[in-house]
């Protein structure tokens, strides 16, 4: 799905917007492995499933505002 969202936003610069897309995955499972290992080491388990929860929560009202916003702009 991210690879055919990609042609289509992009279409002249596939190669270049895929290495970016790769790069954010792995920068985003850098930083969930440490701030995870963090959170176990200060709080524990319940600490990482609470934390992983508002990290989801937060992320589901980013992408519903951003298709919202998306959805009002004329095309």
Request: charged residues 10%; negative net charge; proline residues 3%.
């Given at each position: 799905?991210?690879?055919?969202?990609?042609?289509?936003?992009?279409?002249?610069?596939?190669?270049?917007?895929?290495?970016?897309?790769?790069?954010?995955?792995?920068?985003?499972?850098?930083?969930?492995?440490?701030?995870?290992?963090?959170?176990?080491?200060?709080?524990?388990?319940?600490?990482?499933?609470?934390?992983?929860?508002t990290a989801l929560l937060v992320g589901f009202?980013?992408?519903?505002?951003?298709?919202?916003?998306?959805?009002e702009i004329p095309s």
């Amino acid at each position: 799905v991210w690879s055919h969202w990609i042609a289509q936003t992009v279409p002249d610069e596939i190669e270049s917007a895929g290495g970016l897309q790769v790069a954010a995955i792995q920068v985003g499972m850098t930083l969930g492995a440490s701030l995870g290992g963090l959170a176990f080491d200060r709080t524990g388990s319940s600490g990482v499933i609470l934390g992983s929860g508002t990290a989801l929560l937060v992320g589901f009202l980013l992408i519903f505002q951003g298709l919202k916003h998306q959805a009002e702009i004329p095309s």
